[in-house]
């Protein structure tokens, strides 16, 4: 059974950083796309970054230059930095995967990532 733990999350000042962990179990594919979103009370669930394992990487445009998105693939652990948060960063943070997959994109989450875990919430307060 997949299971997708994330942690990390919390209450923090603007201007602050945060390192988001999502632990994987359950599967022994050997690539697997990840992605990180979030959701704000009333919004739609938005996406941030994504990873195959192999490494390649891509970001939302919005998302470029304060989010990191990283993996220890030996701990099966990805990771989301985040730096210089910002009151607008607050939200639920969801880690996602995908394997076999065959296009590792931000777009249509819900078709795209069968597994989700619960998510770990980010409250950045002014």
């Known amino acids: 059974q997949v299971q997708l733990v994330e942690s990390g999350g919390g209450s923090v000042q603007a201007g602050g950083s945060l390192r988001l962990s999502c632990a994987a179990s359950?599967?022994?594919?050997?690539?697997?796309?990840m992605g990180w979103f979030r959701q704000a009370p009333g919004k739609e669930r938005e996406g941030i970054a994504t990873?195959?394992?192999?490494?390649?990487?891509t970001y939302a445009d919005s998302m470029k230059g304060r989010f990191t998105i990283s993996q220890d693939n030996a701990k099966n652990t990805l990771y989301l930095q985040i730096n210089n948060l910002k009151p607008e960063d607050t939200a639920m943070y969801y880690c996602?995967?995908?394997?076999?997959?065959?296009?590792?994109?931000?777009?249509?989450?819900?078709?795209?990532?069968?597994?989700w875990g619960q998510g770990t919430q980010v409250t950045v307060s002014s």
């Open positions: 996602a995967a995908e394997f076999p997959w065959s296009l590792c994109t931000l777009r249509d989450p819900v078709r795209n990532f069968r597994y």
């Open positions: 990873i195959t394992t192999r490494g390649s990487t």
């Open positions: 359950g599967y022994t594919h050997s690539d697997v796309c």
